[in-house]
């Protein structure tokens, strides 16, 4: 099922996702539904607030640009170490329509993670993975790669940031706006 994407500034994704403590058949529903929204909205990377949901887990696909779908589930990811080395990407948002900006982030990273049979795996990425992972893991403390850029880059993203937040910058998948009212979050 093809879920809405929270646009911003919605507060749920400003919301800290608690962890999960027990792989429901809902928790894997969930993560089945995001994979599905992701592609459908063709994106790289999505994390649960972004569909309404509070909770630590991300889902990530860089192949399937090249009909090499390679889902990556991560519950509960956690960052364990992150390289001096920084590098620069643009970035874009699923939950910011049409904005994107170049982001200095630690160019290597080591991530601990659950998959969905409960299993306790370590990576390391570099390259662009571990700038989704990063991304995606920003998402489940409320960040926003925007929060990344400097207050000036900030401040010159300003009228773009309203225009997302009021509605008027409407991408070709189903959202829900910024302003909508908190409880229209889908229960889980
Ligand atoms: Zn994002």
């Given at each position: 099922m093809?879920?809405?994407?929270y646009?911003?500034d919605?507060p749920?994704?400003?919301?800290k996702?608690?962890?999960?403590?027990?792989?429901?058949?809902d928790?894997?529903?969930?993560?089945?539904?995001m994979l599905?929204?992701?592609y459908?909205a063709?994106?790289?990377?999505?994390?649960?607030?972004?569909?309404?949901v509070?909770r630590?887990l991300i889902?990530?696909d860089l192949?399937?640009e090249?009909g090499?779908?390679?889902?990556?589930?991560?519950?509960?990811?956690?960052?364990?170490a992150?390289?001096?080395?920084t590098?620069?990407m643009e970035e874009g948002?699923?939950s910011?329509p049409?904005?994107r900006?170049v982001?200095v982030r630690?160019a290597?990273?080591q991530?601990?993670?659950l998959?969905?049979?409960?299993?306790?795996?370590?990576r390391?990425?570099?390259?662009?993975l571990?700038?989704?992972i990063?991304?995606?893991?920003?998402?489940?403390h409320?960040?926003?790669f925007?929060?990344?850029l400097?207050p000036v880059?900030?401040?010159?993203?300003r009228r773009?940031l309203?225009?997302?937040?009021q509605?008027?910058v409407l991408?070709?998948y189903?959202?829900v706006l910024?302003t909508?009212?908190?409880?229209?979050r889908p229960?889980?």
């Amino acid at each position: 099922m093809i879920l809405p994407i929270y646009l911003y500034d919605h507060p749920v994704l400003r919301q800290k996702a608690e962890p999960i403590e027990e792989i429901t058949p809902d928790i894997r529903q969930l993560a089945q539904n995001m994979l599905q929204t992701m592609y459908a909205a063709q994106g790289i990377g999505l994390a649960a607030n972004q569909v309404g949901v509070p909770r630590q887990l991300i889902v990530i696909d860089l192949g399937r640009e090249e009909g090499m779908a390679q889902p990556l589930i991560l519950l509960n990811p956690v960052l364990e170490a992150v390289s001096e080395e920084t590098d620069q990407m643009e970035e874009g948002c699923l939950s910011l329509p049409e904005l994107r900006d170049v982001v200095v982030r630690p160019a290597a990273v080591q991530v601990r993670y659950l998959d969905l049979a409960g299993r306790e795996h370590r990576r390391e990425a570099a390259g662009l993975l571990a700038r989704v992972i990063q991304h995606e893991i920003d998402h489940l403390h409320g960040i926003y790669f925007i929060d990344r850029l400097s207050p000036v880059r900030r401040l010159l993203l300003r009228r773009k940031l309203d225009r997302i937040a009021q509605g008027n910058v409407l991408p070709p998948y189903p959202v829900v706006l910024g302003t909508a009212p908190v409880e229209q979050r889908p229960a889980l």
